[in-house]
């Protein structure tokens, strides 16, 4: 069983930066793909980034491409999304995840964190 606590939400200008964090508990976190899934309020989740615990392979969702950086600390347990020149867009419940079948390209995550507000002011 994997457990997952997100911190990190809060509101942010447009343009701005923010770094989200996910700390992780669990066994054999290393055969795990991590990830970050957001949702705004009535609409339908959407996958953002997704990280490898072991070898650190990457891969996002072109909207966040270029501007979003998913990080992981092997020491601590924790995955980092560090969001930068943040859009009104961006706004939204962010999730941290985990997907016991170390899906890159097809996140579907077995485990749900709790989720964080971020927000972006235009």
């Known amino acids: 069983q994997v457990q997952l606590v997100e911190s990190g939400g809060e509101l942010v200008q447009a343009g701005g930066s923010l770094r989200l964090s996910c700390a992780a508990s669990?066994?054999?976190?290393?055969?795990?793909?991590m990830g970050w899934v957001r949702q705004v309020l009535g609409n339908e989740r959407e996958f953002v980034a997704a990280i490898l615990w072991s070898g650190g392979s990457t891969y996002y969702a072109n909207s966040v491409k270029g501007r979003f950086t998913i990080s992981r600390d092997n020491a601590k347990n924790t995955v980092y999304l560090q969001m930068n020149s943040l859009r009104p867009e961006d706004t939204a419940v962010y999730y941290c995840?985990?997907?016991?079948?170390?899906?890159?390209?097809?996140?579907?995550?077995?485990?749900w964190g709790q989720g964080t507000q971020v927000t972006v002011s235009s």
């Open positions: 669990g066994p054999t976190l290393s055969r795990y793909a």
């Open positions: 995840a985990a997907d016991s079948f170390k899906r890159l390209v097809r996140f579907r995550p077995d485990y």
